[in-house]
């Protein structure tokens, strides 16, 4: 009879091993780490954001962060964009940029503080608005010249739209300082956008004066502009702004939108002597405004005795400049025609 031999197995394995193969992975990291800090931040892969440890020690967090170490961004300014309503907004390439810059200048360190709290962003922050800009722009300057990164923020919106960064950025050029974008929301080209008016050829004016001789002054200058145009406004000064944009720019189709991104947010829509009527009546909403309004239409074929009546009906109840605004508002003919026809009628 055949006798089993049994085989017992060594516990352990020999000490001297041969080497492994690098792993891929690894490599691939690697060669990730000695990439373009900007060209990182925010690129094809989906990774979430990492942490690095800060001058402190300590780790900047993000949500979803990592154990790996990010790679500090390079030296430069970077312009960061920020919710205009809802934090939701803010994209994961804005909170792995604010989470690594050495410095985040922003317009209010409260406002910045509440956003960066809800996104867990730690940052050192200072302040940069249009009452200290020239102040703190060379020491902004001196940091990123001595090798670090500064992020910029507004308090909503994309920073230097309407704002003293655009200062900044120039000051950087000047010096060769890199800048780049982390763009986002911006409440101008969402309203435009909602507004249901052309977006092809748009003009963005931003606010207009707060007076009203300097504020139908400059209205009187985009009058004849053949684009959409976009204005930013204060609630409280809104059912005036309509007046003067219905007066000057005559009954062309506009928007108002409100409280963008928000939970209450609203679009109205119409003609501006509509709009402005039913915000007379109303008083001051609530929120942030955004006004959009078409571009004029092309001018009618009007006859001269046709365009002394029109003139002759306004200079009854207003004066000859208000006549002037109303008639080529009305008529879509040049102001400074229609004024001097004007002028010349109540002479004669």
Do not use: W
């Amino acid at each position: 009879m055949a006798r089993k031999t049994s085989y017992k197995r060594p516990n352990k394995r020999p000490d001297k091993r041969p080497d492994k193969r690098p792993d891929k992975r690894s490599a691939k990291a690697s060669s990730q780490r000695q990439s373009s800090p900007i060209a990182q931040i925010g690129g094809a892969k989906r990774d979430r954001p990492t942490q690095r440890p800060n001058r402190g020690g300590q780790t900047n967090g993000a949500p979803g962060g990592s154990k790996r170490r990010a790679p500090a961004l390079g030296p430069g300014l970077y312009l960061v964009a920020t919710p205009i309503g809802n934090a939701q907004d803010l994209s994961l390439r804005a909170i792995a940029v604010l989470g690594q810059a050495d410095i985040v200048a922003c317009e209010d360190t409260r406002v910045s503080g509440r956003l960066f709290a809800m996104h867990s962003i730690e940052a050192k922050l200072t302040p940069y608005h249009d009452h200290n800009a020239a102040a703190r722009r060379p020491r902004l300057i001196k940091r990123m010249k001595d090798g670090e990164s500064v992020a910029l923020v507004s308090d909503a919106g994309m920073p230097a739209i309407a704002d003293p960064g655009y200062k900044l950025v120039r000051a950087c050029i000047e010096e060769d300082i890199p800048v780049t974008a982390v763009p986002g929301a911006n409440a101008g080209l969402t309203a435009l956008v909602l507004s249901g008016l052309p977006t092809d050829r748009y003009l963005f004016e931003g606010y207009l004066p707060p007076r009203r001789a300097g504020r139908r002054r400059v209205l009187e200058q985009l009058a004849a502009v053949p684009a959409t145009l976009v204005f930013q406004e204060s609630n409280r000064r809104l059912a005036a702004t309509l007046g003067d944009m219905a007066d000057i720019l005559g009954p062309r189709d506009a928007a108002i939108a409100r409280e963008l991104t928000k939970m209450y947010e609203e679009m109205r829509r119409g003609r501006l002597d509509q709009l402005a009527a039913a915000a007379k009546e109303e008083g001051p909403p609530k929120g942030e405004i955004v006004i959009v309004v078409g571009a004029p239409g092309a001018a009618p074929d009007i006859g001269g005795d046709a365009l002394d009546a029109l003139i002759t009906e306004a200079l009854a109840e207003m004066s000859v400049r208000d006549a002037a605004d109303r008639v080529a508002a009305a008529t879509g003919l040049p102001r400074k025609q229609v004024y001097s026809r004007a002028l010349a009628l109540k002479d004669g």
